[in-house]
């Protein structure tokens, strides 16, 4: 799904921002931290709350290689059914923490981020896949990071809300 696609890239391109941050050093070994409600796929994401009255319906997500890898390129393959059109003025809300420190935290416009992604609003009602491939820095602090999106429309229907988080070690 385009929208699940975004938010992936959202989520990976914000843990690929906070971790360039490389005061650290370089990392490679990671872990990932899985809690309840999983989004269905080889992925680390979860759903905020029941996914029932959201408006995207995540059939899978599957990253690849999942634990995804500092220096290497991190491939996303997403599909899921939009039950509305997603029109200019949706939002997302992202959250990225670094431990218990907040990396970032902004509203920012859907239709623009999914420029970034080749898309364009609006997104059609219905089934879609979609594969995209994110390169990752070579150097990630080691630590926790936790990511929260949550994605409404422009009539503040939810689309999506995902959590992650991703715990990358010094190797």
Same mark, same amino acid.
């Given at each position: 799904?385009?929208? @699940?696609?975004?938010?992936?890239?959202?989520?990976?391109?914000?843990?690929?921002?906070a971790s360039s941050l490389t005061f650290f050093g370089n990392t490679h070994d990671q872990e990932i931290l899985e809690g309840d409600n999983k989004v269905p796929g080889d992925?680390?994401?979860?759903?905020?709350?029941? %996914?029932?009255?959201?408006?995207? !319906?995540i059939d899978?997500?599957?990253? !690849?290689?999942? %634990? =995804?890898?500092?220096g290497k390129n991190l491939t996303v393959e997403a599909s899921g059914t939009l039950a509305? +059109? @997603?029109?200019?003025?949706?939002?997302?809300?992202?959250?990225v923490k670094y431990g218990f420190i907040t990396l970032l935290d902004q509203k920012a416009d859907l239709c623009a981020q999914i420029k970034n992604?080749?898309? +364009?609003?609006p997104l059609r009602e219905g089934l879609t896949s979609?594969?995209?491939? @994110?390169?990752? =820095?070579s150097e990630i602090p080691p630590g926790k990071y936790s990511v929260h999106a949550d994605a409404y429309t422009k009539d503040d229907k939810r @689309?999506?809300?995902?959590?992650?988080?991703?715990?990358?070690?010094?190797?």
């Open positions: 799904m385009k929208s @699940i696609m975004l938010l992936s890239t959202l989520f990976l391109s914000s843990l690929a921002a992925n680390p994401l979860t759903y905020c709350s029941d %996914p029932k009255d959201y408006l995207l !319906a899978h997500v599957n990253l !690849a290689p999942n %634990p =995804p890898e500092a509305q +059109e @997603i029109e200019e003025g949706a939002y997302v809300l992202l959250i992604v080749n898309l +364009e609003c979609l594969t995209k491939e @994110i390169p990752l =820095p @689309i999506t809300c995902l959590d992650a988080s991703v715990h990358f070690s010094r190797h």
